[in-house]
């Protein structure tokens, strides 16, 4: 059982930013990929980041890339989502994700490759 605790999510203008945090318990944390996704009412799950186990490769949205940056602290268990120069259309709630062992480069986009989940930290992004 894994659980995860987002956090960092608030109210921001455009063009400002947010660090979000996510906090993660199991004792084989450096073996599990990590992922970011973000949900609007009315719309499916949207993929937004990963990052391996290791931490030696990441992948984006193609939107998003450029702004926001995911990064892990195998040592603490956290895996952060740096987003910069945030626009109204980010705003969602995001979500930690967690994938059990190995995701490959196209699997690990999807949604359907994870295996936990935390509740959710919500972000709004002002005009």
């Known amino acids: 059982q894994v659980q995860l605790v987002e956090s960092g999510g608030g109210l921001v203008q455009a063009g400002g930013s947010l660090r979000l945090s996510c906090a993660a318990s199991g004792r084989t944390f450096s073996t599990y990929t990590m992922g970011w996704f973000r949900r609007t009412p009315g719309r499916e799950r949207e993929f937004v980041a990963a990052?391996?186990?290791?931490?030696?490769?990441?992948n984006y949205a193609d939107s998003l890339k450029g702004r926001f940056t995911i990064s892990r602290d195998i040592a603490n268990n956290m895996v952060h989502l740096r987003m910069n120069n945030l626009k109204p259309d980010d705003t969602a709630v995001y979500y930690c994700?967690?994938?059990?062992?190995?995701?490959?480069?196209?699997?690990?986009?999807?949604?359907?490759?994870?295996?936990?989940w935390g509740r959710g930290t919500q972000v709004t992004v002002s005009s």
């Open positions: 994700a967690c994938a059990l062992g190995y995701a490959t480069p196209a699997t690990m986009t999807s949604w359907r490759r994870y295996d936990y």
């Open positions: 990052i391996t186990s290791d931490g030696g490769s990441t």
